[in-house]
């Protein structure tokens, strides 16, 4: 066992791990499809293709290079940490030219300024100017320019950070924020999407966002400017900006061309579209299909990342129950050092650790795989508890019996204590493996795009939360159908009280 | 009562002590080929270790076992693994509890140990069960699981259990404790068809009243000490040790 494990590990991964690795003549960009309109978003009409001014910017600098734009989804926090990581080359999404982030990485010149916007319920009449944010309690993107702002605020402003931009909207209609302070951009698309809020007009703040490259990376830093350089020279680069009704006086000013607006906002106009013919319910049904394949693929990434790391889990936990109840007393206080390190630290930290933290140390592996590793570390622990107690559980008399009939340990094991225990251990395993079908959803940290993820990118395109909340909810559930049905076989094939005898059968 | 001059197994000084509690006191035995030995005495007074020791579950702390040419002592070298295996596979044992494998049926309950330990076939390990099934009366009940027979039936199956593995001798701890008088006249019947067999038995029981009847020869062990040994007329009409006599009366 001990030489073949390894082999049929790195088989099952290299089969299933579907993250392809870069290949010449392309742009490798970083972004966030979840983050939204109008930057990076599945396309409301067409689930399957991304859209956005972003999305267009890196296919026009991947033109001017003369290479095909390849798009890599991460979560927008962990952008940066997938950059050095040379998951992809570049970031373009949304990211504001700031000193921290300057220490981190090389910045292109700025491709586009903007400033912040309030966004309010159509019946505030309290909030118009910065002052009168004292006290109140406002929303902002989690690690954003705007959240900063609202930070330094002289005045005490309860600030919420959120991951979505969508939501922090929905929280102001629902009151339970009084103000939303984001970049224009959200607040146009975002803040108006609702009829009770309204976006005010003052501005605050300047706002430039800058491509991202890894320190060092020069050449394409060059490159990269050079390009944006000849886009904005062409006027390419402020046609992508009014197509999304994004042109603004900042971006006039910064980028000296002072002429007015031609072209319509098509994409804003579409964007809008989009929400106004899905409100009868046969239309909404009817774009719900649209879903169905992106849900679909992403509940099979989940399915496939569930299945493989119980797999594991099972072995691991079975290896290290053994080791606890039968090996020398130093390896099993290792065993049991191991079960509670792992029990004692979040999934999410150790997924990080596994997947940006190794690296550090030379060891660079695949979401797929860092994703597996975490969930069957952490699972096997738990199971290897189960285990463990369902052997104890098993009489003492029934090893006695099974030595005094001559078998040595390990036969006893295998063919007495241990049948008998898998009814014991079948109803608390299957509850593991369901949760985790849950939570493998934290694997998104990791760039990985399963259910959870598509489900955070199609609600931010739709801004239809619950709606797509529904769906998801229903698909995880009937993942989780197979498996109890699984359960409750096995539970029966070994549940010899309720036998009967062929005799009487 | 005839037997050969070599014990079939013999004891020698053997000392067992549970943490500081000495169970088994220099206890010197010898069995002999063919016989049926009872063993006697008080709840805790060591009877059960004694026969864990025997059949080399219960490591010993002093002494030595010997059976036929199997010798075992204390010594803990490289080959005491394998020399404790070599002595368990002399004896069959019989629990006070039946102990039958529950998720298995009572066929393959027998089958289990053949095929497991000496890589039979399952055809040719049914072939020496069912045989042994016939014998204890329960080859209706083959395909039965443990939980679906009477407690006698139960401990039937057990020693047909041990018997499948062809010992040379069968140890039984207290085989009839658990059972009414009815069902221990069932188990009993069958030890007694064994001992026509002329297979080395020996019993841990409280059942004086099969001992007299059955036993060729009955050992009183009290506070881990054996007190008195003799035939059941010896030791039941003529005790000669005064522990012996207080232990009868009661
Ligand atoms: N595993 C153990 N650890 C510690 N002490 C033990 C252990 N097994 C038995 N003993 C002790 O050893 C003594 C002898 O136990 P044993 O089971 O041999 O008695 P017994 O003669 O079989 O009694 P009974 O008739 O009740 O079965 C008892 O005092 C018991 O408490
Ligand atoms: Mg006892």
Redesign the interface.
Known sequence: MTNVFPVVLLGFLSVLSSQSLATAGTLRWGGDASGGAPYLLLDPKNPEKIIGFEVEIAEAIARELGLQAQFYQNQWDKLIPGLKRKNYDIVINGIEITEERKAEVEFSKPYFYTYEQLTVKKNTDTIHEWADLAGKRVGSLKDSFAERMLKEHPGKVHVAGYEEQTTIYADLGYDRLDAVLLDQPIALYYGSLDPNLKNLDTHFGHVSYGICVRKGDFELLRQINDALTKLLASGELRAIYERWGLWNEELATRFHDPAPSHLIPSELNAYRESFQHHSDFQSRVEHYKTYVPLLAKGAIVTLQLSSVAMFFAVLLGLLLALVRLYAPRAIAACAFGFVELVRGTPLLIQLFLIYYGLPNVGIKLDPFTAAIIGLALNYGAYESEIYRAGILAIPHSQLETALALGLNRWQALFHIIIPQAIRIVVPPMTNDFISLLKDSSLVSVITLVELTRVYGQLAAASYDYFGVGILTAILYFVMGVPFVRLSRWIERRFSFESYLPRTIR | MPHTLTPHIDVRNLDKTYKNKSVLKKVCLDFFEGELTAVIGRSGCGKSTLLKCL?G?ERIDSGSIRVGNVFLDRNADQKHEERT?AL??N???V?Q?F?L?????ILENLI??PM??KKLRRSEASAIAIPLLEKVGLL??I???P??LSGGQQQRAAIA??LA?APKVMLYDEPTSALDPWLSDEVFAVMRQIAAERMTQIVVTHELRFVREFADKVIFIEDGEVVEIGSPTELFEAPQDERTRRFLKR
């Open positions: 059949n579950l295996s368990r596979r004896f069959g044992m629990f509890g102990n494998f529950p998720h298995l049926t289990k140990a497991v330990v209706s009940h395909d039965y699981y939980s679906q259990r041990a593995m």
